[in-house]
């Protein structure tokens, strides 16, 4: 809105995917022209979409399998929070901050039947600072996207593709709940990149105590090396944070949530490590 682009916006109902994700768009209906599918299908959708004589679908978090197999009288273009070839996949923010990517990007591709694998038609490079977090990088992507979203209204954008190079291409698998768990037998720098890959809008990173989950969305690395306990023994409490042995270094933990309690005090916590059964 503050670059006075409108286009028509196509999403699904709130509740079609049925996720902690999913997300309302009425009250944007007052500035947007705004379609909303019920299925996942572009065959099934087909006449509503053709109503609205579309040029150009950017597809922004969209399902990757939605037009497989179709043609469409339109152009279909994919954004991906990476620097295609590399990071193909799901889960592509939250990995490159478990691999401590310092220079990522935003990558428009064509729509391919290979998922993420279609010609690149525009990449602009976007920093990961130390301090930064998920939702750091998302807001300087969706910068990004806007920015490419008013080259193709201003019809600013070459459509001269080129070719993925196949031989950096590699794909990822999506995460899940018990990749996120913390193991503090890793090093300082490790775990504070795994805390910050899962970290809001994702699902956090956790580790168990007395059979109870307990979620970390923030940490801070304390000693980068050296030997200052048992991993996962707790050197220091204080009202906000505690700060735990890794098996090298230390770290302090914030923002730490039960998954069944959200006024957890962090006093009540001895030893972390208890439930990974070190």
């Not at 600013?156 to 196949?166: G, H, L, S, T, V």
């Amino acid at each position: 809105m503050e670059k006075n682009i409108f286009p028509s916006v196509i999403t699904y109902k709130k509740d079609f995917l049925r996720t902690t994700l999913s997300r309302d768009f009425e009250k944007f209906e007052s500035f947007f022209n705004i379609t909303y599918l019920g299925s996942n299908n572009y065959s099934d959708n087909k006449e509503k979409l053709d109503r609205l004589h579309i040029e150009v679908a950017l597809c922004v978090d969209w399902t990757k399998d939605f037009f497989q197999g179709q043609k469409t009288p339109f152009k279909v273009l994919f954004t991906h929070p990476s620097l295609l070839p590399f990071y193909r996949g799901y889960g592509a923010i939250t990995e490159q901050f478990l691999q401590g990517v310092v220079v990522s990007g935003l990558s428009v591709i064509q729509n391919s039947e290979r998922v993420d694998g279609g010609d690149i038609i525009y990449q602009k490079e976007i920093n990961i600072d130390f301090n930064d977090y998920p939702l750091d990088f998302i807001s300087n992507y969706i910068k990004e996207i806007v920015s490419f979203t008013e080259m193709l209204t201003e019809n600013n954008i070459d459509f001269d593709a080129k070719k993925q190079n196949e031989n950096l291409g590699f794909y990822l698998v999506r995460k899940r709940n018990k990749n996120a768990i913390i193991d503090f037998g890793r090093d300082a720098f490790s775990i504070y990149n795994h805390i910050r890959g899962y970290s809001n809008p994702f699902f956090g990173a956790h580790f168990y105590y007395k059979n109870q989950k307990i979620k970390v969305f923030k940490s801070e690395i304390r000693a980068w090396q050296g030997n200052y306990g048992k991993p996962g023994q707790i050197l220091n409490k204080e009202d906000d944070y505690i700060e735990v042995a890794c098996g090298t270094g230390s770290i302090r933990l914030y923002s730490i949530l039960s998954e069944t309690d959200e006024s957890l005090n962090i006093n009540n916590l001895f030893l972390v490590n208890d439930i990974l059964n070190h």
